[in-house]
């Protein structure tokens, strides 16, 4: 079992930065891959940004050059750095990590984007 618990969430103003934190514990040495996901209200959750266990990145075409998604292997978090944020920008975020047996989601923490 892997228990995630997200931090960092709140209201910020269009064009300014926030930093999401994931904090993970338990069988973490299963996971191969760890993701953030946003929900907007009356949407589907969708992939935000990647990270492999061997530090490979991925991220959506709508954060590309504004998020970055990182991992502390020590403090066992990962973390993502929003910059420019935009309304569009603004749902639950969720963290995210998968093992080869099944995925892994934390409780989700709100971002509002004011325009």
């Known amino acids: 079992q892997v228990q995630l618990v997200e931090s960092g969430g709140g209201l910020v103003q269009a064009g300014g930065s926030l930093r999401l934190s994931c904090a993970a514990s338990?069988?973490?040495?299963?996971?191969t891959t760890w993701g953030w996901h946003r929900q907007a209200p009356g949407k589907l959750r969708d992939l935000v940004?990647?990270?492999?266990?061997?530090?490979?990145?991925n991220y959506v075409d709508s954060v590309k050059g504004r998020f970055t998604i990182s991992r502390d292997i020590a403090k066992n978090t990962v973390d993502l750095h929003m910059n420019s944020l935009k309304p569009e920008d603004a749902a639950v975020y969720y963290c995210?990590?998968?093992?080869?047996?099944?995925?892994?989601w934390g409780q989700g923490t709100q971002v509002t984007v004011s325009s």
């Open positions: 995210y990590a998968s093992s080869s047996r099944r995925n892994y």
């Open positions: 338990g069988s973490i040495f299963s996971i």
């Open positions: 940004a990647t990270i492999t266990s061997g530090g490979s990145t």
